[in-house]
């Protein structure tokens, strides 16, 4: 995202006091609706238990109006002799059918750590074949060399970093976003 000038990429809710960016930072709102889909220059990692479930620079990233970035990491660059298949389904009016995975690194098991598009709706057809892991449910999600948060809330499963400001869809008083 460019440094300047700063603009709303869409309707900001009657409220809501999107954050200006400073330098090197992008604003949530500043993100399209419907998402866009762009492949991402750093380092991703995720950890759980001291075990690297992830580890990538071929990741892409889904920027939607309001929410922090959606990482999406190649099936390859993931463990995947340590997650199991979910019953657990979702649906995005953006990129369709999702399917959850669950960790299990050994007698732990971490439900619904991650999710995949496995036939993405149009335009998304660059995630199939990845998967999004929630920043809540494992020990650590890293962008390049910052630990990210969770997305406030426990429902989306965006990372937040410092050079995301918002406010951000998820905590209270945010559904209607």
């Known amino acids: 995202m460019p440094d300047a000038p700063y603009r709303f990429a869409g309707r900001v809710p009657r409220g809501v006091v999107p954050?200006?960016?400073?330098?090197?930072?992008?604003?949530?709102?500043?993100?399209?609706?419907?998402?866009r889909l762009e492949p991402v220059q750093?380092?991703?990692?995720?950890?759980?238990?001291?075990?690297?479930?992830?580890?990538?620079?071929?990741?892409?990233?889904?920027?939607?109006?309001?929410?922090?970035?959606?990482?999406?990491?190649?099936?390859?660059?993931?463990?995947?002799?340590?997650?199991?298949?979910?019953?657990?389904?979702s649906h995005c009016e953006w990129k369709g059918a999702a399917s959850y995975w669950s960790l299990a690194p050994g007698a732990?098991?971490?439900?619904?750590?991650?999710?995949?598009?496995?036939?993405?709706?149009p335009g998304f057809e660059a995630i199939r074949g990845h998967l999004s892991f929630y920043a809540s449910r494992v020990d650590e999600a890293w962008v390049g060399d910052e630990r990210a948060t969770p997305q406030p809330g426990g429902f989306y499963g965006g990372w937040m970093t410092s050079r995301i400001v918002g406010p951000v869809k998820g905590g209270p008083g945010s559904w209607g976003w």
Do not use: F, K, N
């Open 108 to 121: 732990e098991v971490v439900a619904d750590v991650a999710w995949s598009y496995e036939h993405p709706a």
């Open 19 to 35: 954050v200006v960016p400073g330098p090197g930072q992008e604003s949530a709102w500043d993100y399209p609706r419907p998402p």
């Open 42 to 89: 750093e380092r991703l990692r995720v950890v759980h238990g001291g075990i690297a479930i992830a580890d990538t620079l071929r990741a892409c990233r889904v920027l939607e109006t309001s929410h922090p970035p959606g990482y999406y990491i190649p099936r390859e660059d993931v463990r995947m002799d340590l997650l199991l298949p979910s019953p657990t389904a």
